[in-house]
Nanobody
Framework: QVQLVESGGGLVQAGGSLRLSCVASGNRLSIDAMGWFRQAPGKEREWVTTITRRGNINYAESVKGRFTISRDNAFTAVYLQMDSLKPEDTAVYYC????????????WGQGTQVTVSS
């Protein structure tokens, strides 16, 4: 099993920045990819970005050029640098992991609230 703990959420004005962190514990060697998702009130959870163990990165079009995902060398933590934040970025942000030889996202964090005021 893998446990994930997010931190770094908060309240920020539009145009501001926040940096989220996600630390993994447990069977970290089995992690193949880590990603960030978000869920706004009344909306479905949506994918934001993914980084793989090999370093491949993808972003949703809505955050491309504003958000940056990074990882530590041991792939035990991922970070989400969010710049030029917009009110529509307001959501609970979740970290998730995909394990090797599996499909889909296997484990999720508890989420951290990001609120962007206009």
């Amino acid at each position: 099993q893998v446990q994930l703990v997010e931190s770094g959420g908060g309240l920020v004005q539009a145009g501001g920045s926040l940096r989220l962190s996600c630390v993994a514990s447990g069977n970290r060697l089995s992690i193949d990819a880590m990603g960030w998702f978000r869920q706004a009130p009344g909306k479905e959870r949506e994918w934001v970005t993914t980084i793989t163990r090999r370093g491949n990165i993808n972003y949703a079009e809505s955050v491309k050029g504003r958000f940056t995902i990074s990882r530590d060398n041991a792939f035990t933590a991922v970070y989400l640098q969010m710049d030029s934040l917009k009110p529509e970025d307001t959501a609970v942000y979740y970290c998730a992991t995909s394990l090797i030889r599996t499909s889909g996202w296997n484990y999720w964090g508890q989420g951290t609230q990001v609120t962007v005021s206009s």
